[in-house]
């Protein structure tokens, strides 16, 4: 069969995943109609293409946070990538290595941050953190992804309880045996879906059942995590002009519009419509980027459209892994290129500075 596009993918993926494995991946919360909206708003906008541009030559590099990637597509962090491929995250890493683009590793990686970082050296890596309850524990792996050359800590702001996944739930979602949450191997290990809570659920040293999250995490605990690190701080899960003004004025560096995939609040806003207010208010004082539900490469031109610096892919990224491992994320990310790269043509822009909002309006319909 041969891989056209993302949705190839995704078909290959759903038959050949266990299906506790697919379901995982695939889950929204409740009925799942922000997860949908994210695919579906992007098919609200439409082009405003402007002809006889001399596109013979393209440049679709970008930077973020001062570093220069290949095109402006980057990897969101997902957790679990074993279930989808044997070397989970190490071949993750090498992927957005191979395609000299940015990875976003998961506190919920099935590597530790130590193998991520060994298996690309030189690779554009962030880390992505939640705040537990055992503060020592978010510290010191604040501290290991500093050590190790991360280059950036994406705060997941979104994730004071998990959402209700009712297909994990009816699965009795939990990971294999085998397979560990390496970074927090010691201080939580994976029970599973608990049909009450609706939450994973840790079984914690000399403590009674209870979430790894700390549900009372507020704009304050940003100070927190500036005291442990220099490295840049990005807040993931911002949806509103409200907590966007916040987050630049808790002295962020940048902002992931952000609902998780559609994993947590079900009937929010579909990312790229979140995207045009928390644009407007930030005024360029940090750079946005955005994921969720980015399928095309026409999808990345219209996001980019609106104001997006990025773009990060969650779930094709998955996909590509259970295709092939690196080898198929690789695919992955060049068909979104080649894909960018052409509608970045026929739109008639032959570099990303080229981008904006007269390129695109919002249907009628």
């Known amino acids: 069969m041969a891989m056209v596009c993302l949705s190839d993918f995704e078909a290959y993926a759903k038959k050949y995943l266990p299906k506790i494995a697919?379901?995982?991946f695939a889950a929204g919360a409740d009925d799942c109609s922000t997860r949908d909206e994210n695919v579906l708003a992007y098919k609200r906008i439409r082009f405003r293409p402007r002809m006889l541009r001399d596109v013979s030559t393209m440049d679709i590099r970008t930077k973020v946070l001062e570093s220069e990637i290949s095109f402006p597509v980057?990897?969101?962090?997902?957790?679990?990538?074993?279930?989808?491929?044997?070397?989970?995250?190490?071949?993750?890493?090498?992927?957005?290595?191979?395609?000299?683009?940015?990875?976003?590793?998961?506190?919920?990686?099935?590597?530790?941050?130590?193998?991520?970082?060994?298996?690309?050296?030189?690779?554009?890596?962030?880390?992505?953190?939640?705040?537990?309850?055992?503060?020592?524990?978010?510290?010191?792996?604040?501290?290991?992804?500093e050590?190790?050359?991360?280059?950036?800590?994406?705060?997941?702001?979104?994730?004071?309880?998990?959402?209700?996944?009712?297909?994990?739930?009816?699965?009795?979602?939990?990971?294999?045996?085998?397979?560990?949450?390496?970074?927090?191997?010691?201080a939580f290990e994976v029970c599973k879906i608990s049909p009450s809570f609706h939450s994973l659920h840790w079984h914690v040293p000399h403590e009674t059942k209870t979430t790894g999250m700390d549900p009372s995490v507020t704009w304050n605990d940003i100070y927190w995590l500036r005291s442990l690190t220099h490295l840049p701080i990005i807040i993931k899960g911002i949806l509103t002009k409200e907590d966007a003004e916040l987050a630049v004025r808790h002295g962020v560096q940048g902002i992931v519009v952000s609902n998780h995939g559609g994993r947590q609040l079900d009937g929010g806003p579909a990312t790229v419509d979140a995207l045009v207010?928390?644009?407007?208010?930030?005024?360029?004082?940090?750079?946005?980027?955005?994921?969720?539900?980015?399928?095309?490469?026409?999808?990345?031109?219209?996001?980019?459209?609106?104001?997006?610096?990025?773009?990060?892919?969650?779930?094709?990224?998955?996909?590509?892994?259970?295709?092939k491992g690196e080898e198929g994320l690789q695919d992955v990310l060049r068909i979104l290129q080649d894909e960018f790269r052409l509608a970045m043509a026929l739109a008639g822009c032959a570099s990303v500075s080229e981008i904006g909002r007269h390129l695109v309006q919002f249907s009628k319909l």
Not at 128 to 142: E, F, G, K, P
Not at 157 to 181: E, S, V, W
């Open 22 to 24: 697919w379901d995982f």
């Open 74 to 145: 980057g990897i969101a962090p997902t957790g679990f990538h074993q279930l989808a491929w044997p070397d989970g995250e190490k071949s993750t890493a090498r992927a957005a290595k191979a395609m000299n683009t940015c990875y976003i590793a998961s506190t919920y990686s099935t590597c530790t941050l130590e193998e991520i970082s060994a298996a690309a050296p030189g690779g554009l890596q962030w880390f992505q953190l939640y705040i537990h309850r055992n503060r020592a524990v978010s510290q010191q792996l604040v501290q290991r992804a």
């Open 147 to 186: 050590a190790l050359g991360f280059q950036a800590l994406v705060l997941t702001a979104d994730l004071p309880y998990t959402g209700k996944r009712r297909d994990d739930i009816r699965n009795g979602f939990c990971l294999p045996p085998h397979m560990k949450l390496k970074n927090l191997e010691g």
């Open 277 to 323: 207010e928390v644009v407007e208010a930030v005024q360029g004082r940090v750079e946005v980027y955005l994921d969720g539900g980015i399928r095309k490469g026409s999808d990345v031109l219209k996001a980019l459209a609106l104001g997006a610096k990025c773009v990060f892919i969650g779930r094709p990224a998955l996909w590509g892994l259970a295709y």
